[in-house]
């Protein structure tokens, strides 16, 4: 698995972490807001029936001694009477409820009726303890239950995900090359299972065996070919050599010539097939190949393709590299590049160049369009729609070939100019 991809689990746990952090925040939140309304509340109704009682004593004496506390400070002031007994911040108060920031005495509370006015201030005392408490273990109770639900949910979620988790390190221990070893179905309906993981399990299961089967398809083809469709081509070379000695007319030389130089491209052609039907990670058989000596042998064959034509063929060589891959390989890209060059252009030159990290097949043809530059690696696809006799996948198995050893097809060309085509070497 890549590091940088996190696995099914882990997502799910992170999701429920998050959720609990989120949830846990705002209950807090709430618990914290609810508190402070709450202490408010509980001390303006204390503060409320404090002056219910304070007034009820001066009913009944307006002398009597009003209570005085830790918690409560409680002041009658006549009618027409100066409040110089009430602590000055208390003496600017109108009636009402007030907040103040004198130290400790944070409520204050005046009312008035036709005998005077009753004064009233209040420190919280235990209420802001008992609320700060209440407060406190609701949040951990909530952070505590809320914890709980989570990882019993994780745990929940863990155990319906855990069947996926299976089959995704089922799928990457899975080996195409045996996929009978391993039974998909049989793992997902471990523990578990559900109805899309069962179904999943059973479809991945389908795609193994089809994948054996396919599988054994490709070795039974590139066994019979590599040995089936060898066998006609050999006897067609080995029947043109021995036709080769006879006095055969002009016209018979020519038909000679053409079966045995059709013989060679099957030949080539059947190894780059097999080659590209095998799978990338299967090692094939690689020499050293001098690209010279591949150059010049397909530059002999080419005299079939210009003939006829007024066409002049030369090869130039700067360097003489080398290439590790296998015989036929470089021939048949050097082939379908020379073969396109030689079938259309109808006059003047083409030009093999020969250099060290690269083969330049220069012609001076009819050259191609940006439309047919895009399209030209297509398979099946004809530039001159009136040429039948082209093959429709030259190009298209010359760059699969390339692609595969690594290498690189590059194409520049200009309608009544020319083409220049090139393979370079990794």
Not at 42 to 68: K, T
Not at 98 to 108: N, S, V
Not at 202 to 211: F, P, T
Not at 356 to 375: H, K, P, Q, S
């Amino acid at each position: 698995m890549s590091p940088s991809h996190d696995s099914l689990s882990r997502k799910i746990r992170w999701i429920f972490i998050l959720q609990a952090l989120v949830a846990s925040l705002l209950v807090s939140l709430g618990t914290m807001l609810g508190s402070l309304i709450l202490r408010e509340t509980l001390l303006e109704q204390r503060i409320l029936q404090e002056a219910a009682h304070v007034w009820d004593l001066v009913d009944r004496d307006s002398q009597s001694v009003l209570p005085q506390s830790g918690v409560f400070g409680s002041y009658f002031v006549p009618a027409g009477v100066m409040p110089d007994q009430v602590p000055p911040d208390l003496r600017s108060l109108s009636p009402g409820l007030h907040h103040t920031d004198d130290g400790e005495w944070r409520l204050a509370y005046v009312s008035e009726r036709d005998k005077g006015r009753v004064y009233l201030r209040m420190s919280p005392g235990l209420t802001d303890w008992i609320v700060l408490w209440i407060s406190v273990l609701a949040v951990v109770l909530s952070i505590a239950g809320i914890s709980l639900i989570s990882w019993l949910g994780y745990r929940s979620c863990k155990r319906i995900v855990a069947p996926v988790s299976r089959l995704t390190h089922a799928v990457l221990g899975w080996d195409p090359g045996h996929p009978q070893l391993t039974r998909f179905d049989d793992i997902a309906g471990q523990g578990e299972s559900t109805y899309e993981v069962s179904h999943l399990g059973a479809a991945l299961n389908s795609m193994s065996q089809r994948m054996l089967q396919y599988v054994e398809r490709e070795r039974d083809f590139t066994r019979d070919a590599s040995h089936e469709l060898r066998t006609p081509v050999t006897v067609m070379r080995m029947a043109s050599d021995l036709l080769a000695g006879e006095n055969l007319t002009p016209l018979g030389e020519r038909s000679l010539r053409r079966i045995r130089q059709a013989s060679q491209d099957m030949e080539m052609l059947i190894d780059a097939f097999l080659l590209l039907a095998r799978h990338p990670d299967v090692p094939v058989e690689v020499d050293d190949i001098r690209v010279q000596d591949v150059v010049h042998e397909q530059a002999a064959n080419a005299g079939e393709w210009l003939e006829g034509k007024p066409v002049a063929l030369e090869v130039v060589a700067d360097a003489d590299p080398v290439v590790r891959a296998p015989p036929r390989v470089l021939g048949v890209v050097v082939s379908e590049l020379l073969r396109n060059a030689c079938q259309f252009t109808a006059e003047g030159s083409v030009r093999i160049e020969v250099h060290a990290d690269r083969v330049e097949v220069r012609d001076t043809g009819i050259g191609m369009d940006e439309t047919t530059l895009a399209r030209v690696f297509a398979p099946f696809y004809r530039a001159d729609i009136a040429d039948y006799t082209a093959k429709g996948m030259g190009l298209t198995t010359a760059r699969r070939l390339a692609d595969r050893m690594g290498w690189a097809i590059r194409l520049q060309s200009e309608p009544g100019h020319g083409t220049v085509a090139a393979v370079e070497f990794a």
